[in-house]
């Protein structure tokens, strides 16, 4: 990321912040919307997507949404940070990513592994549920970029089973079991198979096997 792109993301963060703010009737700036700024200047098409994280950019809105301290009736928020939201702490972990990644500019995923290392807030609650840690995610990144990674297709059990001709319950045994891999949207109970995932389940048969 060249430093022009930095800055821009920098400025960028920062307004989006201020639209979360306006948009929520928020008192002020909190570490939740932080974190779901950064998840909508990343998403694409709803879902923040990178590697084994899949996030519903929707239900985080909605959490934080039913969360966030309103500004009193006939006022308009503070852009500034809530007292709760120690952005001078968050700064110095974000540069402790920088120093221990080796890579000079800040980037996104610095952003995402300061979230992921954050002992409280929305941020602990998401990746607690998601059980993604940020060693899985450190090792995703390094085969490729941050910024270019495409979508990867989601299936629910049923769409998992119907994919794969099989039962659904069969396809949620194999979930229990650990035969198949299964993650859970942050905030639902809702599971979601990648199609990566769904293909790992199917041998190849090899010549004159029935």
Do not use: C
């Given at each position: 990321?060249?430093?022009?792109?930095?800055?821009?993301?920098?400025?960028?963060?920062?307004?989006?912040?201020?639209?979360?703010?306006?948009?929520?009737?928020?008192?002020?700036?909190?570490?939740d919307?932080y974190?779901?700024?950064?998840?909508?200047r990343m998403?694409?098409?709803?879902?923040?997507?990178?590697?084994?994280?899949?996030?519903?950019?929707?239900?985080?809105?909605d959490?934080?949404?039913?969360?966030?301290?309103?500004?009193?009736?006939?006022?308009?928020?503070?852009?500034g940070?809530?007292?709760?939201?120690?952005?001078v702490?968050?700064?110095?972990?974000?540069?402790?990513?920088?120093?221990?990644?080796?890579?000079?500019?800040?980037?996104?995923?610095h952003?995402?592994?300061t979230?992921?290392?954050?002992?409280r807030?929305?941020?602990?609650?998401?990746?607690?549920?998601?059980?993604?840690?940020?060693?899985?995610?450190?090792?995703?990144?390094?085969?490729?970029?941050?910024?270019?990674?495409?979508l990867?297709?989601?299936?629910?059990?049923e769409?998992?089973?119907?994919?794969?001709?099989?039962?659904?319950?069969?396809v949620?045994?194999?979930?229990?079991?650990?035969?198949?891999r299964?993650?859970?949207?942050a905030?639902?109970?809702?599971?979601?198979?990648?199609?990566?995932?769904?293909?790992?389940v199917?041998?190849?048969v090899?010549p004159?096997?029935?």
């Open positions: 990321m060249s430093e022009a792109t930095h800055d821009n993301f920098v400025t960028e963060m920062g307004r989006q912040v201020a639209v979360e703010v306006d948009d929520l009737g928020a008192a002020s700036a909190t570490l919307i974190f779901l700024a950064y998840l909508r998403a694409r098409f709803g879902y923040f997507t990178f590697g084994p994280i899949h996030i519903d950019v929707g239900v985080i809105e959490i934080v949404r039913r969360t966030t301290e309103k500004a009193p009736a006939g006022t308009q928020g503070s852009h940070w809530s007292d709760e939201f120690d952005f702490d968050y700064s110095r972990r974000l540069m402790a990513e920088v120093q221990r990644s080796g890579r000079r500019r800040i980037d996104e995923l952003y995402l592994l979230f992921m290392r954050i002992d807030g929305l941020p602990k609650r998401v990746f607690g549920e998601l059980g993604v840690s940020p060693e899985e995610v450190e090792e995703f990144a390094e085969r490729g970029s941050f910024a270019a990674q495409p990867e297709k989601l299936y629910s059990p769409e998992a089973a119907e994919y794969l001709n099989i039962h659904v319950q069969t949620r045994a194999w979930i229990r079991s650990g035969r198949l299964a993650r859970r949207l905030g639902q109970r809702a599971l979601r198979i990648t199609a990566s995932d769904l293909q790992s199917l041998e190849p090899s004159g096997e029935d």
